[in-house]
């Protein structure tokens, strides 16, 4: 009886648990995205229409929404077919990590070259590579392969040069492809002053995890897309937060160990220092190295 009244009470509390943990995560991925208005508008017709069914005892709209409750998961597959293309990716590969310095030194990369060209005029499209092989998305581009600097990006976006048209694939710190054509976003409700460069970034970024960095050839304006947002008009300071909140990974908190090791290094190493004399329990501190000037003490 006891046993049976123990069964009654946790699995009603874990199946709870399970679906407000998956409540959860299923709203943390639709937000934000575009089709978020799409599934709160179909949510809410669903609970209202089945509100009133109940209340009203409509059998037959009853049966039909039951019916077509059944059909939602087709629904939600077609709505956010990108989302899912790019999450399903992101969990079969794993990113490469660098340090938080090297990751860094790569955003002063990308700064300077956007900075640079933004007040000349010049029209980039850089495409930054994370977990998701961009390789596979993009239809051409000349193999570079070689270390990300200003001026080798500055030489490959001048104009009239043969490899300036298109993006540019950058990975680790090093340019892989040049010239490389990205497929265009399919969205109805951007802006019609948004050129090619500006639709391939959002299309590139709705398909991968990718960070694209846009320049405008027409003002000089920056922009920046990420999981098919774009982000126009961004200043310098900006951009180099997005980014760094992006790659440069985040100080860990210290923990109990790493202040027992900081004790360890503060008090005991020291003590390690210093040595026994044979005649007695006193301490004399260990010889200095040799090289360093030793006090003399005159009586």
């Not at 123990?6 to 995205?33: C, D, K, S």
């Not at 000349?142 to 990300?148: L, R």
């Not at 109990?256 to 007695?280: E, H, S, V």
């Amino acid at each position: 009886m006891a046993f049976e009244l123990h069964n009654f009470m946790w699995q009603p509390a874990l199946e709870i648990l399970i679906l407000a943990v998956g409540i959860y995560y299923a709203l943390n991925f639709i937000r934000g995205t575009r089709g978020a208005p799409v599934v709160m508008g179909l949510v809410v017709l669903f609970v209202a229409l089945s509100f009133i069914t109940s209340v009203l005892e409509l059998t037959v709209l009853r049966w039909l929404l039951g019916t077509f409750s059944a059909f939602s998961a087709f629904a939600v597959l077609v709505i956010f077919q990108p989302e899912l293309r790019r999450l399903l990716a992101e969990l079969g590969n794993q990113s490469l990590l660098l340090s938080a310095q090297e990751q860094r030194e790569d955003i002063e990369v990308i700064i300077e070259t956007v900075e640079r060209l933004a007040d000349v005029r010049i029209g980039a499209l850089i495409a930054i590579e994370q977990s998701i092989n961009l390789a596979e998305a993009v239809e051409s581009g000349v193999v570079v392969d070689c270390e990300a600097t200003p001026e080798m990006l500055e030489t490959i976006f001048f104009p009239n040069n043969a490899i300036h048209d298109g993006g540019v694939l950058i990975k680790n710190g090093r340019i892989l492809r040049a010239a490389c054509i990205f497929p265009l976003t399919t969205r109805q409700d951007l802006h019609k002053s948004l050129g090619t460069r500006h639709r391939a970034a959002i299309g590139l970024s709705e398909e991968t995890d990718a960070v694209m960095v846009v320049v405008s050839e027409e003002s000089g304006a920056i922009s920046c897309a990420y999981r098919g947002e774009l982000k126009r008009g961004v200043t310098v300071e900006e951009l180099r937060a997005f980014l760094t909140g992006l790659f440069v990974k985040r100080v860990r908190a210290r923990t109990w160990m790493d202040n027992f090791r900081l004790w360890l290094a503060r008090y005991i190493k020291p003590a390690a220092g210093l040595r026994r004399t044979p005649g007695g329990p006193s301490e004399t501190p260990a010889p200095p190295a040799a090289g360093l000037p030793q006090k003399v003490e005159v009586k």
